[in-house]
């Protein structure tokens, strides 16, 4: 049912919408029994005032054309198509008008479009999130499979617990507890990365209309998810050091929102890191106000300078944070291997929402990563890893530091996957976009980042994603689009004078 509107018609909106409805029944395209689109759901998609389609229908009701149905809604009347009128069944599906309200809620496909370029052979890609690629032990990944299938056959391709391995369980505990985080098994569930640990937070604790709050910006997924779950989300300014606690009381007397979503350590996208002085006062606000903490530590691993700091969760003294953290930045993305701890009540409620998501995390994945575990490979792997992407973000330092534009900023993070480049106001972030596709470099637009508005001077550079001798070039390449764009008497080559600024 493809309805088209003449807004500069004489003809009333609302009659165009009535007439071409009939002539649709009235010709056999929609068939009787035929269920209209909910009259605010068509209103949405036509781009009109939902007493519109309410006067449409209600014409269309009075001549006898539609009609409601209990459990059905409105659809087209049993006995109003024409005499000798060809019926069609195969009406072609609108899609649109059948999505639900939470699916409407879901953002346009931008970042998934800039990552599938990611994986064209002839782009050069700093958009892509994860750690060097060809440190991966393949080899050693092969010999494990392998052995757990000779000596444990068909019980590692069975169903697992929802709640996931035990013996995975147990050595996730382990592993936390060299990040100063106690937990036992029942405190702890495997995800399937922990993206999904932020999907299944959003579903046990969000109706639509409640508030969360997040650091801005901030990893875009997260805000998808809960936009999708129909939130409001309020943002808290960053700088260096992290969510600028001291906004925060005020949002919280005024909010009372249901969470509070953060990524304090090598924040995606902007690489900083809350200090330790706010981590507690983060977490002293949560403990006054009653509210939860996501932490989100997908990057504990990935420190390249300077001290590590104890999570939150790590500080954590009366069960109020919930720890997200994954594999997936150091040892095989594609495995999707993650976990969630948190209070038992809420690990419990977890089980049950994943039950109905997927049952249970890939049981071959649990039990080659628990052998990893066990075995040191993946601490072996992390020593690898860091190492390989200290030399990318050495790389890129010294790009950009040679190819680099004073209108540029940036700072060299002490750890993660992500330079956050700050740009001149009057740059155009869309024709940035598709002027570096064309220099041949594909990289994250800033306002992504960003729940409400904000975000357009500034983008996301991956360093450790591309090949290390693919660096300089692609950052050569953007800056000369760059310059281009912003026409070379108003930017001048060359490192930034002075200290490199903040950019946040």
Request: charged fraction near 25%; include cysteine; glycine fraction near 8%.
């Amino acid at each position: 049912m493809n309805i088209e509107i003449d807004r500069a018609g004489s003809v009333p909106v609302y009659k165009q919408i009535r007439n071409q409805i009939r002539a649709f029944i009235l010709s056999g395209a929609l068939p009787p029994g035929y269920r209209l689109p909910p009259e605010r759901k068509l209103a949405d998609t036509l781009g009109v005032n939902r007493t519109t389609v309410l006067n449409a229908y209600r014409d269309l009701r009075a001549d006898a054309l539609i009609e409601s149905r209990v459990g059905q809604g409105t659809v087209v009347a049993s006995d109003c198509a024409a005499p000798g009128a060809a019926v069609n069944p195969a009406v072609p599906l609108e899609w649109r008008q059948l999505l639900s309200e939470s699916a409407a809620r879901m953002q346009q496909p931008l970042v998934s479009n800039v990552l599938k370029l990611a994986n064209r052979s002839d782009l050069i890609s700093f958009a892509a999130g994860f750690s060097a690629t060809g440190c991966d032990p393949v080899a050693e990944l092969l010999e494990t499979q392998k052995r757990i299938l000779r000596d444990y056959g068909s019980t590692a391709l069975q169903y697992s617990a929802t709640e996931g391995h035990l013996p995975l369980r147990e050595s996730l505990c382990r592993l936390m507890e060299g990040r100063g985080i106690p937990a036992t098994p029942e405190e702890v569930m495997v995800l399937a990365g922990s993206q999904q640990g932020i999907d299944l937070a959003a579903r046990i604790l969000l109706d639509p209309g409640d508030r969360v709050i997040v650091e801005e910006p901030t990893f875009f997924g997260a805000l998808q998810i809960f936009q999708a779950a129909g939130a409001r989300i309020i943002g808290v300014p960053s700088d260096r050091d992290g969510m600028r606690v001291d906004r925060l009381q005020p949002l919280l007397e005024r909010y009372k929102p249901k969470f509070i979503y953060s990524v304090p350590t090598f924040q995606n996208p902007s690489g900083s890191v809350l200090s330790l002085e706010r981590r507690r006062q983060l977490l002293d606000l949560a403990y006054q106000y009653h509210v939860p903490v996501i932490e989100d530590d997908a990057y504990a691993e990935l420190r390249y300078d300077g001290r590590a700091l104890p999570s939150l969760k790590a500080l954590d003294q009366h069960d109020h944070v919930i720890y997200l953290s994954s594999f997936s930045k150091v040892l095989f993305p594609g495995l999707r291997v993650g976990w969630v701890a948190a209070a038992r009540p809420l690990v419990r409620q977890y089980v049950l929402a994943k039950q109905i998501a997927d049952l249970h995390t890939n049981s071959l994945a649990q039990w080659i990563m628990d052998d990893f575990l066990r075995r040191g490979v993946y601490a072996g792997q992390v020593r690898a890893v860091r190492d390989a992407n200290r030399r990318s973000r050495d790389r890129m330092v010294a790009a950009l530091k040679r190819h680099g534009l004073k209108a540029v900023e940036w700072f060299p993070p002490e750890g993660g996957l992500y330079f956050w480049c700050r740009l001149p106001d009057s740059l155009d972030q869309a024709a940035l976009v598709a002027k570096a596709q064309e220099e041949g470099v594909v990289f994250v637009p800033g306002h992504i980042f960003y729940p409400a508005g904000g975000g357009q001077n500034s983008i996301r550079l991956s360093f450790a994603s591309p090949a290390p001798e693919q660096i300089e070039p692609g950052v050569r390449r953007l800056m000369g689009a760059i310059q281009e764009l912003l026409g070379r008497d108003s930017a001048g080559m060359g490192e930034p004078e002075g200290e490199i600024r903040p950019i946040l």
